[in-house]
């Protein structure tokens, strides 16, 4: 045995696998570990909508001196008889026939910021599709706001969503309008990526959509990629406590009570076997815990396994900073310095997921 399996074995983490022998039968499992995580955690995915209409406003095509094409874009729903819209953004290079593309959940908008390199990524040959989180619901306990008023009725049930999976829920819409893109697109590399609290929300998109073939999770930490057993920094009980309404209600009543969980978070990680988990962590984010995040997505894989697939590739130990794990159908990445989504994090992964397109 070697040390990360070791340190895996010491985590005494519930197995998402349960004797199940092939993939055939997990993703039978899946979908009660799906439910498991909406009932016990997230609170249940608000379904489709009866209809959605995608505006494409403003075009400006000299993006980027020229070299791409962005679009303003109004996503319109009617549910129940309400409407509901949010505002959201493509850039598509030009110099390609089909492009890989991200769907970024973004924190700040604008057409780039400091956490989404526009111009650099679509230089690269990636498309961006992103929308501002607090566009689709606020971030707080304000359930009447933007989308979450018609997704979750009158008072929160206990499985009623919370603001993570109304945010994934969004995400998941603008992969509907992705794919009518066929003819620029290439629908068969496609990316879902946040970061921190939207990192989390990521990993939640890619589980439910498995039209993301790349689910990226950048410093996501506690009730993201990190493992709740034995973590440093935040864990359930502080983040129940402070951000109450990104979850279910019976998640923060459990937690309350100190109900030992059946799942860990490699349970949510593991409904996006056997596609690529990309998960990247900071040194210095204690908080999100790394070596967390690390032995999280090193336990998937036996899951891969069973999908003829191999998890991470490591060797062993733990990674110091600066190693990117890549030659696996998971990836591991791990910089130096603190909490942030860099340039070098978005080059990172757009190397790694150019590797797996060769
Ligand atoms: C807080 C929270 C984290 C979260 C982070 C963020 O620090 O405790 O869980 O990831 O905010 O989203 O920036």
Known sequence: MNNVEKLINERNIPSPIDGVKSANDFEKKKEKIKKLICERQFGEMPG?????????GEIYDRFAAGKATKR?????????????????????????????????????????NKYMPTE????????????????????????????AKYLVKSRRKNNAPGKIAIWAWAAMRVMDYVQTLADVIDLDNIAVIGHSRLGKTALLT?????????????DSGCCGAALERDKVGERYARISEV?????CPAFNRDVAAKVEMSFDQNFLLSLSVPRHIIIGSAEDDIWADPTSEFLCLA?????YSLYKKHGLIHNGEV????TVLSDGDAAYYIREGSHYLSRHDWNTYMDIIENKIK
């Open 299 to 303: 336990s998937l894989s036996p899951v």
């Open 72 to 112: 303003n874009l109004t996503f319109k729903f009617e549910m129940d008889g309400n409407s509901f819209s949010f505002p959201a953004m493509s850039v598509i290079p030009k110099n390609k026939k089909k492009c890989p593309a991200f769907v970024y959940i973004d924190f700040d908008g604008g057409e780039a």
């Open 48 to 56: 489709n909508p009866d209809h959605m209409f995608v505006k494409e």
């Open 319 to 322: 990674p110091k900073p600066k």
């Open 120 to 147: 650099e990524i679509v230089e690269r040959g990636f498309a961006l599709f992103s929308f501002k989180y607090t566009d689709v619901t606020s971030d707080d306990n304000d359930f009447k706001k933007g989308v």
């Open 243 to 247: 951000f109450p309404y990104w979850f």
């Open 206 to 218: 890619g589980a439910f959509d498995t039209r993301f073939k790349y689910i990226i999770s950048n």
